[in-house]
Nanobody
Framework: QVQLVESGGGSVQAGGSLRLACAAS????????LGWFRQAPGKQREGVAI????????TYVDSVKGRFTISQDNAKTPVYLQMNSLKPEDTAMYFC????????????????WGQGTQVTVSS
């Protein structure tokens, strides 16, 4: 099991930037999917950015493409979510998650979750 701790959330005006970090304790296998999810009040949780193991390929929900970037230098460094050109609709609790890949990185594969960090974007 991997323990995940998020940091970097806060309040920012629209158009601003934030960088979220997710520190993991425990062993991150080479086949681990890593991702950032978010949940706004009254809405379902959605996957924001997924980092696929091995290839380093990343996918994003359409609403953040071109604005957000998920990255990790290596298995021992935090997973980051760089968020630029933030919009009020990005306001949510952001969660880091990890899970072993058995082929792809569907939401169901994410078994370990952090406690979340709040991002608030004002207009």
């Amino acid at each position: 099991q991997v323990q995940l701790v998020e940091s970097g959330g806060g309040s920012v005006q629209a158009g601003g930037s934030l960088r979220l970090a997710c520190a993991a304790s425990g062993y991150i296998y080479g086949s681990t999917c890593l991702g950032w999810f978010r949940q706004a009040p009254g809405k379902q949780r959605e996957g924001v950015a997924i980092l696929y193991p091995g290839s380093g390929r990343a996918t994003y929900v359409d609403s953040v493409k071109g604005r957000f970037t998920i990255s990790q230098d290596n298995a021992k460094t935090p997973v980051y979510l760089q968020m630029n050109s933030l919009k009020p609709e990005d306001t949510a609790m952001y969660f880091c998650a990890a899970g072993l890949s058995y082929g792809g990185c569907p939401t169901s594969t994410f078994s370990d979750w952090g406690q979340g960090t709040q991002v608030t974007v004002s207009s």
